[in-house]
């Protein structure tokens, strides 16, 4: 499965199972978010700062990066857009689940 399909599906965002499509030679592609995205990286935590497990999360995110970055540079997880925001965020979901 797609990770931002898999991402999508725990936050509860409706996700768009097209591809994109040519209809009278015009592209129709999905609005599908990419949590690897900038405008895809602000869902995430717009979506997260909804729930009830948020400051759990930010625990988890930052325990997962502590070993890996600096303290100066602890906002490199979240302004990252190689998808280690979103793939910090599937393995607290995959973790809170038991997969």
Do not use: C
């Not at 209809?23 to 995205?37: L, Q, V």
């Amino acid at each position: 499965m797609d990770p931002n399909e898999e991402l999508a599906g725990y936050l509860k965002i409706p996700w768009q199972k097209q591809d994109v499509e040519y209809a009278e030679g015009k592209t129709i592609i999905n609005d599908n978010p990419n949590f690897t995205a900038p405008d895809g990286i602000v869902l995430l935590l717009r979506e997260m700062w909804k729930r009830p497990d948020y400051w759990e999360f930010l625990t988890y995110l930052f325990s997962h990066y502590k070993p890996k970055i600096k303290f100066k540079d602890i906002y490199v997880p979240i302004t990252d857009t190689t998808g280690k925001l979103r793939d910090a965020a599937l393995s607290f979901f995959r973790e809170r689940e038991g997969k």
